[in-house]
């Protein structure tokens, strides 16, 4: 019998016709003869209402959160009330929502009389909106007659105590799945999980970082060996650009892992940038799909690279980003500089998206995204104070106002003059292209331009795509 993982984003679980519509694509496929494991996110929306509330607790705003709890509480009540008949079960899930939405309220009120909330208490908080979602389907599903059973992700995905970008301890979480998760399956249940979530060892929940639900689905999928991951989203499949940039965007059939992995890391919407490393190893297909549109096919995610027609296959962009410069020439040939400058950005919080260096040495640039510049500048000043008190560097320069634009291709290896094409173009639409950097991989090319040319350059090279398959504007 064959196992599939699949994955619902928050706004295939938005509203109560969207759950309906989500209860009608497992139970088909359970119907089919095929095991389902469910992962889900929160409600649309409860994730943000969740991370309000806890940070107006700490502003001493005791209204906020009980109107928040309320609002949860009658947004998940109409799906029970419109999908679950009247009965004990009814009322004991109604009891265990209300439960769940006090204890909400309580850390809330914990919260309010400390005056801070520490990463570890909002990780508390925002668990609450998978573990409401989760309830619900499974009720839901049961009002089917699938046998479901909803799970908090926590008894089975082990993490570090890194709460709001937590990491899974693997041996942990596949101890775990096999000695719990595995039995439920046999026994014919369908586990419902909570997206998102995971558990320190003393079962402090945690999360895994925004939209680090699809990154769940990629660790439930290849802890349990499935035979394929679906996650289930409201737009077709992986796009060829923003179709907000260029309505001309296209739904792509095929991608490798390499090619979303860099789609995900550099700005596309549609899966979250660590999604395929649980799966890359076991060589798990992924597939993207509409639950709005089950017609479409969606896009397939595999591990090989395959011909095509299109040598640039997608183009796309981060916004809100900085870039900082470390100057001088007392830099030449002296060992260590970009090591410890990468270190001091990581402890200051930056996540590095971008790095190009001069082969003079005399300079290195890197980009974070802006919330963290100014931080990782003083941090990387205050490591490399000695060498700018000699004047061996200059000092860090921040320049702010900047985007990412990334190209995307496997077929860009081996394939001649993709890369003098791509600024060809820049210099033709008048774009500025103020760093570059490519991976060994070949699989990409991105640089730094002007905010003001992002869309622009995204369109102007998104013509590159297209007009490799002959459309054209």
């Given at each position: 019998?064959?196992?599939?993982?699949?994955?619902?984003?928050?706004?295939?679980?938005?509203?109560?016709?969207?759950?309906?519509?989500?209860?009608?694509?497992?139970?088909?496929?359970?119907?089919?003869?095929?095991?389902?494991?469910?992962?889900?996110?929160?409600?649309?929306?409860?994730?943000?209402?969740?991370?309000?509330?806890?940070?107006?607790?700490?502003?001493?705003?005791?209204?906020?959160?009980?109107?928040?709890?309320?609002?949860?509480?009658?947004?998940?009540?109409?799906?029970i009330?419109?999908?679950?008949?009247?009965?004990?079960?009814?009322?004991a899930?109604?009891?265990?929502?209300?439960?769940?939405?006090?204890q909400?309220?309580?850390?809330?009120?914990?919260?309010?009389?400390?005056?801070?909330?520490?990463?570890?208490?909002?990780?508390?908080?925002?668990?609450?909106?998978?573990?409401?979602?989760?309830r619900?389907?499974?009720?839901?599903?049961?009002?089917?007659?699938?046998?479901?059973?909803?799970?908090?992700?926590?008894?089975?995905?082990?993490?570090?105590?890194?709460?709001?970008?937590?990491?899974?301890?693997?041996?942990?979480?596949?101890?775990?799945?096999?000695?719990?998760?595995?039995?439920?399956?046999?026994?014919?249940?369908?586990?419902?999980?909570?997206?998102?979530?995971?558990?320190?060892?003393?079962?402090?929940?945690?999360?895994?970082?925004?939209?680090?639900?699809?990154?769940s689905?990629?660790?439930?999928?290849?802890?349990?060996?499935?035979?394929e991951?679906?996650?289930?989203?409201?737009?077709?499949?992986?796009?060829?650009?923003?179709?907000?940039?260029?309505p001309?965007?296209?739904?792509?059939?095929?991608?490798?892992?390499?090619?979303?992995?860099?789609?995900?890391?550099?700005?596309?919407?549609?899966?979250?940038?660590?999604?395929?490393?649980?799966?890359?190893?076991?060589?798990?297909?992924?597939?993207?799909?509409?639950?709005?549109?089950?017609?479409?096919?969606?896009?397939?995610?595999?591990?090989?690279?395959?011909?095509?027609?299109?040598?640039?296959?997608?183009?796309?962009?981060?916004?809100?980003?900085?870039?900082?410069?470390?100057?001088g020439?007392?830099?030449?040939?002296?060992?260590?500089?970009?090591?410890?400058?990468?270190?001091?950005?990581?402890?200051?919080?930056?996540?590095?998206?971008?790095?190009?260096?001069?082969?003079?040495?005399?300079?290195?640039?890197?980009?974070?995204?802006?919330?963290?510049?100014?931080?990782?500048?003083?941090?990387?000043?205050?490591?490399?104070?000695?060498?700018?008190?000699?004047?061996?560097?200059?000092?860090?320069?921040?320049l702010?106002?900047?985007?990412?634009?990334?190209?995307?291709?496997?077929?860009?290896?081996?394939?001649?003059?993709?890369?003098?094409?791509?600024?060809?173009?820049?210099?033709?639409?008048?774009?500025?292209?103020?760093?570059?950097?490519?991976?060994?991989?070949?699989?990409?090319?991105?640089?730094?331009?002007?905010?003001?040319?992002?869309?622009?350059?995204?369109?102007?090279?998104?013509?590159?795509?297209?007009?490799?398959?002959?459309?054209?504007?």
């Amino acid at each position: 019998m064959s196992t599939v993982t699949m994955k619902f984003g928050g706004t295939s679980v938005g509203s109560p016709e969207a759950i309906a519509t989500v209860a009608d694509i497992i139970s088909s496929e359970i119907d089919n003869g095929t095991r389902v494991i469910v992962v889900l996110s929160a409600m649309s929306g409860v994730t943000d209402a969740l991370y309000n509330s806890v940070r107006e607790a700490a502003k001493g705003n005791r209204w906020a959160y009980l109107s928040c709890s309320q609002k949860l509480r009658d947004r998940h009540e109409e799906v029970i009330n419109l999908l679950v008949r009247p009965s004990k079960a009814r009322d004991a899930l109604m009891a265990d929502i209300d439960n769940l939405l006090k204890q909400h309220v309580e850390l809330c009120e914990a919260v309010n009389i400390l005056g801070e909330a520490t990463p570890r208490i909002i990780d508390a908080v925002l668990s609450f909106g998978e573990r409401l979602s989760t309830r619900v389907v499974a009720a839901v599903l049961r009002e089917r007659g699938v046998q479901a059973q909803a799970f908090d992700a926590g008894e089975f995905v082990i993490t570090d105590d890194r709460y709001g970008s937590a990491n899974p301890q693997w041996q942990e979480t596949q101890a775990r799945v096999n000695g719990s998760l595995r039995p439920v399956l046999e026994r014919g249940v369908t586990p419902v999980l909570t997206g998102f979530l995971g558990a320190t060892r003393d079962r402090h929940p945690t999360t895994l970082g925004r939209g680090g639900s699809d990154f769940s689905g990629a660790i439930f999928a290849a802890a349990t060996d499935s035979d394929e991951l679906i996650i289930w989203t409201d737009v077709d499949g992986v796009m060829t650009t923003d179709p907000r940039i260029d309505p001309r965007a296209r739904v792509l059939p095929y991608v490798s892992y390499t090619e979303v992995g860099e789609l995900a890391f550099y700005g596309a919407k549609v899966l979250h940038p660590k999604t395929v490393q649980p799966i890359l190893a076991r060589g798990i297909p992924l597939r993207v799909r509409n639950t709005f549109n089950r017609e479409a096919p969606g896009t397939l995610i595999g591990p090989n690279s395959e011909q095509s027609s299109m040598v640039i296959k997608a183009v796309t962009s981060v916004r809100n980003v900085s870039l900082l410069t470390v100057s001088g020439k007392g830099m030449i040939g002296v060992p260590g500089i970009a090591g410890r400058t990468f270190l001091a950005a990581a402890n200051a919080g930056a996540n590095i998206l971008m790095i190009s260096q001069a082969s003079s040495e005399q300079n290195f640039c890197f980009v974070v995204i802006d919330d963290h510049a100014h931080e990782a500048k003083a941090a990387i000043e205050n490591e490399l104070s000695s060498e700018i008190a000699r004047q061996d560097v200059d000092g860090v320069d921040v320049l702010s106002g900047v985007a990412i634009v990334t190209t995307v291709g496997a077929g860009m290896r081996g394939t001649p003059g993709v890369a003098g094409r791509v600024f060809t173009t820049m210099g033709n639409h008048g774009i500025n292209v103020i760093a570059i950097a490519q991976g060994a991989s070949e699989c990409s090319i991105s640089f730094v331009v002007e905010e003001r040319d992002l869309e622009a350059a995204v369109i102007a090279l998104h013509d590159l795509a297209l007009e490799s398959v002959g459309v054209t504007a």
